[in-house]
């Protein structure tokens, strides 16, 4: 009997990649993707043609969003894609996944976990509201649906999204009010570290704040006390400043601090995980190579700790050939050397970025008890508090259990990062200590009627 | 009063649809999402506390922007392209 084909899980950066180069070496993956048109987020596709070209879209990295379409579409016929697909749960090499309805088991022999990222957000008052949004939706609904989340946006947050979103946001014609950034201006000093490694960069970053601030955007660093106000929508936004409260109106704010990987089926394939310092997140472990700590499993892209999207397409190729070696099939060994030096080096740029627009790591201990920490579950700050003084809770998956933290329909995505910094914070552990939560099928909701194939056949 | 405001697409085949017994406008390539948004300013309410809701990650991570159609099914507005003659419940009754 023929091997079962390898499984891609995303089709971003790293899951093209991956498939290419599997592909090229005669392999015919199953490349599975919620989303209709490859590209993840990064380089995300709208729904239908509405007649802004790839510079509009993707701006200063147009050419290789094009690429990397462009890339996918010449495997058409080589390779299986299955798109507006979810892969909801892993078990003994078999996966299951969720398409139009119905759910279908495939065994796979190899298994790349290319599940990207989304946004880092800390909670501070408001943030629940409509009209605040992640700081990749604000540009999610810009750029796949060529909307803006409002007509006088607010940015806040920290890390090199804010100011790129901001300066899209300004370029497509949207009053942009503010951007708050919670990292002191000193800490921009870290980015003259980055000129030597990757100066294209760097200097787009500065033309984006330099860009912005002559269109008489208001720029501010080291913001503190964040809060977004309003009764059924947010009306605007309040924060403290070289001691002083400031507040300004808007109809809509961007927020997030930096990116927090995808990790759920890292965790459902049984990898080991380890918990990244500069990231404060637990991660898959995971050689240079991709390989995980289980046997035909790898990982690449932000899904198996942010880098970015160029790092995502190396790392991506770098899966698949490790995937070749492992099942003793010819790959290009000088080849795999050179990409892992290069993601060594863009991960050296990684320790610059995090120096520049740091993880404002006080807010565990000053976030107000009324705020809500999850907004599935709408668990506050003050019962997580109560909850781990009461039962004398160490551990994350006992808060969990006890309080509901991360117990809702995003399964912890946008409040175990906090929940762990305050169960950290109360009981005087460190965040690597209090653990992470356990991942759990179906990494998101599936209908209950889930079909099963042969039954729908 | 709308959240979202049009970029592009204003000139695209409009889709009509129904929002809690309302008849509304999306474009052609709208998610329910955008279609709601543009519409209105919010897509559910918090079944724990009734608060106002509008999705939040967009991308189809944070789980905040389900709602229910007429016909009972549930989807998640963000990732759930727009059809025609769709009737979209936000679960807010005012």
Redesign the interface.
């Known amino acids: 009997m023929s091997r079962a084909q390898p499984l891609i899980v995303g089709a971003g950066p790293a899951g093209v990649r991956a498939a290419e180069t599997l592909a090229k070496a005669g392999l015919r993956p199953l490349v599975v993707d919620?989303a209709?048109a490859c590209g993840g987020?990064i380089y995300r596709q709208?729904?239908?043609k509405?007649?802004?070209d790839a510079h509009d879209l993707y701006g200063s990295e147009a050419e290789k969003a094009e690429r990397l379409h462009r890339a996918f579409a010449a495997l058409s016929g080589r390779i299986d894609h299955l798109p507006r697909a979810l892969v909801w749960n892993l078990r003994d090499g078999r996966a299951d996944i969720a398409v139009d309805g119905v759910n279908r088991t495939v065994n796979y022999d190899g298994l790349i976990l290319a599940t990207g990222a989304?946004?880092r957000v800390l909670p501070v008052p408001g943030w629940?509201?409509?009209?605040?949004?992640?700081l990749?939706?604000?540009q999610?609904?810009?750029k796949?649906?060529?909307?803006?989340?409002?007509?006088r946006v607010v940015f806040a947050g920290t890390g090199p999204l804010l100011y790129l979103v901001a300066w899209q946001y300004m370029k497509?014609?949207?009053r942009v009010v503010a951007v708050l950034d919670a990292a002191p201006l000193s800490a921009k000093r870290n980015l003259l570290g980055g000129l030597a490694l990757y100066p294209a960069i760097i200097l787009r970053g500065a033309r984006f704040a330099a860009e912005l601030k002559l269109r008489g955007v208001m720029l501010r660093h080291g913001i503190s006390d964040l809060s977004f106000e309003g009764k059924?929508?947010v009306v605007g936004v309040r924060w403290r400043e070289k001691g002083r409260e400031n507040y300004l109106s808007c109809?809509?704010v961007g927020y997030g601090l930096n990116l927090r990987p995808?990790t759920q089926l890292a965790d459902l394939a049984g990898c080991a995980f380890i918990f990244n310092e500069r990231d404060r997140v637990f991660v898959p472990q995971r050689e240079p190579s991709g390989r995980t700590s289980v046997r035909g499993v790898y990982v690449a892209g932000d899904g198996a700790g942010i880098a970015g999207a160029d790092a995502a397409e190396l790392a991506g190729e770098r899966a698949a050939l490790a995937l070749l070696e492992d099942r003793g099939l010819q790959h290009a060994a000088g080849r795999a050397a050179e990409l892992e030096l290069e993601l060594a080096r863009i991960s050296r740029f990684r320790d610059v970025m995090e120096a520049a627009f740091p993880f404002p790591a006080h807010w565990a201990a000053t976030v107000a008890d009324d705020t809500v920490v999850c907004?599935?579950?709408?668990v506050t700050a003050g019962t997580l508090r109560s909850c781990v003084r009461d039962f004398a809770l160490d551990e994350i998956n006992r808060l969990k259990a006890v309080s509901r933290v991360g117990m809702?329909?995003?399964q912890g995505?946008?409040c175990g990062a906090s929940a762990a910094e305050i169960l950290a914070a109360e009981t005087g552990r460190s965040v690597a200590a209090v653990g992470r939560l356990r991942g759990q099928p179906p990494v998101?909701?599936v209908?209950l009627t889930l079909i099963p194939r042969e039954a729908a056949e | 009063m709308s959240?979202?405001?049009?970029?592009?697409?204003q000139d695209?085949a409009p889709v009509p649809f129904m929002l809690d017994g309302k008849p509304c406008e999306g474009r052609?390539?709208?998610?329910l999402?955008?279609a709601i948004?543009?519409n209105a300013?919010?897509v559910r309410v918090?079944e724990?506390?009734g608060?106002?809701?509008?999705?939040?990650?967009?991308?189809?991570?944070?789980?905040?922007c389900?709602v229910t159609l007429a016909d009972g099914e549930?989807v998640?507005a963000?990732?759930t392209?727009l059809a025609p003659g769709m009737h979209i419940l936000t679960g807010a009754s005012a």
């Open positions: 919620e209709p987020q709208p729904l239908v509405d007649g802004r989304s946004d629940t509201l409509p009209g605040v949004f992640t990749g939706g604000s999610v609904a810009l796949g649906q060529g909307c803006a989340i409002g007509r497509a014609g949207v059924d929508r109809d809509a995808e907004r599935c579950e709408e809702g329909r995003c995505r946008f998101k909701p209908p | 959240l979202f405001q049009r970029i592009a697409r695209h052609e390539g709208d998610t999402l955008t948004l543009t300013d919010k918090s724990f506390s608060a106002p809701r509008a999705g939040f990650c967009q991308m189809g991570a944070c789980q905040d389900w549930r998640r963000c990732t392209p």
